[in-house]
Structure formats: C-alpha cells, structure tokens
C-alpha cells in the first residue's frame, strides 16, 4: 500500500467516525468535544511540540509515534472542515513537480 493511500484510508475511517459517532471511539469524541474544534486545534498544536522535542532528542521513535499523533489530528482538523485528503494530497503532488 503506498502512503497516499494509507492516508486516505485514515481518513476514510475519521470520515465514518464523524458521520455515525460510535459510543467509545476517540476519533468519534473528537467531534462532540463541549470544546470542539478548539480542542482538536489544541491537540494538533500539542502533538506538534512534541513531535519537536522527540526531534531535538534525536529519538527516532519517540519522532514516528509523535508525527504519527499528529498527522492522526491533522487529518481530523481537515475532516472538520470539510477538507478531503486528496485536496491535501494534490498539494503535495505539485510541490513535488
């Protein structure tokens, strides 16, 4: 599987999270929140800094678990707004031109 494809798959998943809202899911509760969209934001930024101080550790790990939580609430922020992957993708496909 490649990566565009990995993340669509993602946000597939964050896409079905949203629409049916299953009782106990993460991703589900990112939606209800009683902060909403600030909260998802929050975490984006949280996960970001975090993402940084694994960097400046040099700890390899520590930066995929970290980049992974972030691209994970990224991928939220832009389901929250209506914003589809490929758009994102498409992006990143002409800057790679």
């Known amino acids: 599987m490649s990566d565009p494809d990995l993340l669509a798959e993602v946000f597939d998943v964050i ?6 809202l299953p009782e106990g899911s993460y991703t589900a509760s990112l939606f209800t929140h009683e902060k909403g969209e600030n909260r998802v934001l929050e975490k984006v930024g949280e996960e970001a800094t975090e993402f940084v101080l694994a960097a400046k ?3 390899a790990d520590e930066m995929a678990e970290e980049g992974a939580d972030l ?3 990224l991928l939220v922020a832009l ?4 914003v589809d992957v490929d758009e994102l993708l498409d992006v990143l496909r ?3 031109e």
């Open 57 to 59: 550790d040099d700890d």
């Open 79 to 82: 389901s929250m707004h209506d």
């Open 15 to 20: 896409e079905d999270r949203k629409e049916r």
């Open 71 to 73: 691209v994970y609430h």
């Open 94 to 96: 002409e800057r790679r």
